[in-house]
């Protein structure tokens, strides 16, 4: 384990160098494929400054609450990050569709704040798309989405003065970095989830960022795979390597 720290010792907050501690979990059941067993290792972060950030998200790290982490599965290697580069991305006939069936929504961006509204939504979500691995207390609500280390920003997705979605994203040099978007069941229909994705590659334009950063591809994972879609993207096929999605 030493070995492992002195490695990654380069991706430390220069200001606090204690503030990242190494940890590899136990094997558990993986989230995303059958009868496959996963594991990663994790950093608990004080605070992270968005080119650290940046540099983690290259070596293959994403960050859930004040957790920076990335697979290192024995056997299996089907977690790899993907981003779009946003100029370049152009949306499909289906994603023009759903840009027309959500014109009337309206996303206020703004600092993360929880509340018990976004916490009904959010409890209203996980009991519609998820099992029962994922916690339904506050306290998990907001250690996962609202206890942040480094800069992220709030969408939230209006329909009149109802709120029907929450996206967040984390803010980085050169892109936004997807965390958690989390919708009404009742609106369905309207591909939400879909929706904030174009939303928040939109969005990048606005800020001159030249990245969008989706989180993990799984090839066989239904609820991970859909990422592949938004084209082209580019996946990471080593550290700070990243390749056109279709080598």
Known sequence: MADERATYEWITPPQDRRAMLL??????????????LSRSEAYVVDQLEGQVHERLLAFGFRRCGRVVYRPVCR????????????????????MRRVRRRNADVRVVVGTPVATSEKYALFTRYLDAQHDDTMERTYESFHGFLYDSPTETSECAYYLGQRLIGVGLVDRCPTGLSSVYMFFDPDESARSLGTFSVLWEIDYCRKLSVPYYY????????????YKARFRPNQVLAGSDRWVSFRQ
């Open 23 to 36: 940890s590899v979990t136990e094997e558990t059941s993986c989230p995303y494929l059958p009868f496959r």
């Open 214 to 225: 989706l989180g993990f591809y799984v090839a066989g994972c239904r609820t991970m795979s």
């Open 75 to 94: 056997q299996c290697q089907e977690c790899v990050q993907l981003r779009v580069p946003v100029d370049q991305f152009r949306p499909t006939r289906s």
